[in-house]
């Protein structure tokens, strides 16, 4: 066995001192050897933790130039004027080369930085840092102020958003927020900022994007279903189902697609997030196919054999099964709708389903249950009959299987057959039918009805009449002489005496009773009655 160990690259970094350029129209440099800071590392090594800052760096390179209204951008390398970002991983693709760099300052006269700062709107309505740039600008901007062009990021916007500016990060920070006008908008998507000052914040909201749902017939021409704007980074659910409009009337939607190829065997779309461009996808459809289901509403023992399910392609027929065979009842076909009683039983309510037709187009999935007549095996009699009758005014007979409940009830007085002045006690109950028995007669009694006199109401005792007092005789008076007879004068014709008086006081009488007019009238017919008796007496 033979173990391999290998070492890993070493790396040099060398911080020259300022280099003249080759001319004064060129970038390049005249390498020099005045070294100012020497760091090494092996490969994947941090920088060492006394590599100088960017500050330091500024400080030593801005003290020791000769010359005047220079600026200090940072190092770069003898060939470019390019900044360069030292850390770790930099010189780790540099080990890969020569494994050293020799870093030179780089500094330019008469421009200035300006450092601009993006902030992006995130979905919650807070913004956060996303990235940072520089511009260069030939005057000072703190003096003078700048203007600066810039392009946002694709998937931000400009557009409603703000910005601050000031001389440090710190003057952004707590600046006012300055609303960015459309006038800064250019038509090509730019955004121009004048008079800012060395640091700038541009706060930028999220892009809204076109989401097109689209159709593509067979023919290969594309149809905007739907259409609606999205958010950049929002997630997109694809909510919206399709109609089956003229074409797919037999199809069934499978879902979007990011193109149409994809739609004839690709996976549909769960979702996703919205990019920094439009959308378009892309409907699916597939011939649907329709399950047609046989309900026997029996046990599966009651049946011969229970028909399959069938898979039948949406706007084509069903095929009729072979009809089911159940001990005890009769077939009548396959209905849309179950039925608890599909019977027509003698007095009952007769099915009115009508029977699925297998020359019809199944357009969906569809359950067919199977409807049952019941063979009779057995009749039943109810008798009406007169308590004083041997025979019965009036039946009703009917056909059931044994076991079946019927309700036992008498007849309506509304009915004809009622009889008159015929009252019952029976009332309504249910009986189990017996298979060719006796039992399936019944009798319901009716007697004469009872007529009750009502009785008079009771007459008030009438109060007792007080006596009234006695009159004082009267003095007896002298017989006068008697009169000689006078010849008869024979009456004049009028109205016969038929001596009738005393029946009408009598009947004054009653009739004064019954009026409850009280003792007075009593007294009053009693001295009539007195003058009558004597006038009849003479």
Known sequence: MLNLYYDREIWTINLHEEADHESGSSDSLIPNDDIWYTAQGKYGAALPEDFPSYDEMEKHYMEKTQHQDMEFLGVRDEFEATGRHLDSFYFQDLALGNHT????????????????????ESSDGTYRKVRQESVRVDKDPAVYGAEVTVLHPKGLTCEEGWYTTGTSPEACEQGTKIPISPLQIQADGKCVFRGVSSHLYIYMKRDTFQLNYLDVNEQGESTVLYTEEV?????VTLEYVPDAEAGHQNDRFTGWYLSPALAAAGTPLGGFRMPSDDVSVYAGWTSAD?????????????????PADQSVRAGECAEKPDDPERAGYIFLGWFEEPSEKAEDTDGGIPDTRAVWDFGRPVEHDLTLYAGWLPERDTQYTIRHMNAESEEPFYEETGTGNSGDRIVIQPLDPSDPAYPDGAETDAEQQFAVLEKEGLENIYTIIYKEKEVSVPEEPEVPEEPEVSEEPEAPEEPETPEEPEVPEQPEIPEEPGIPDTGDRLHVAGRLIMAAVAAGAGWVVLLCVRRIYAKLVNTKRR
Do not use: G, H, M
């Open 290 to 306: 329709c399950t047609v289901q046989f309900d026997v509403r029996a046990d599966d023992a009651e049946i011969t054999e229970a």
């Open 101 to 120: 760099f020799d870093a030179y300052p780089w500094l330019e006269r008469d421009s200035y930085t300006v450092y601009l700062t993006y902030f992006k």
């Open 231 to 235: 958010t950049y980074r929002d997630d």
